[in-house]
């Protein structure tokens, strides 16, 4: 779901890039839950997400991220990770802005920070 949601915001601003996967590789060392991912393998996965989309197979995707909307943590894990994605080349772009809130509305989750980080906190 990671994976899926970052080349969603990825492609929302052009062809994917170095800062992006290195972007990834950077976050899956650490944080715990993707320990036992290697690094080359999410970067593959994200490329073949990012494939899928350009010849508009976006459905594979947002199954990825339906399949993990019953779990608010992880769910909020995946929006962080992608917010993230967002502020890689400075100001969010509007069809970034818009991917957010595509994949927020798919986990059943918000798009705002603010409100990730107080359900966050409220349930820590």
């Known amino acids: 779901a990671m994976t899926a949601a970052c080349a969603l ?10 800062i992006e996967k290195e972007y990834l590789r950077k976050n899956f060392g ?8 290697e690094s080359n393998e999410a970067i593959s996965l994200f490329e073949q997400f990012a494939e899928q989309l350009t010849e508009g ?9 339906k399949a993990i ?4 943590r992880l769910s909020r894990l995946v929006m962080s990770i992608a ?3 967002t502020s890689l080349h400075g ?3 509007p ?4 991917a957010l809130e595509e994949i927020a509305s798919t ?15 409220k349930n820590s």
């Open 9 to 18: 915001i990825a492609t929302s601003r052009g062809n994917i890039d170095d």
């Open 107 to 121: 986990m059943k989750t918000t798009a705002d920070i603010e409100k990730l980080v107080a359900q966050a906190k």
């Open 69 to 72: 909307s019953d779990e608010p």
């Open 30 to 37: 650490a944080i715990e839950l993707f320990r036992h991912v």
């Open 57 to 65: 197979r976006k459905d594979t995707l947002l199954r990825k991220l």
């Open 95 to 98: 069809e970034e802005q818009s």
């Open 83 to 85: 917010h993230g994605m």
């Open 91 to 93: 100001k969010v772009l």
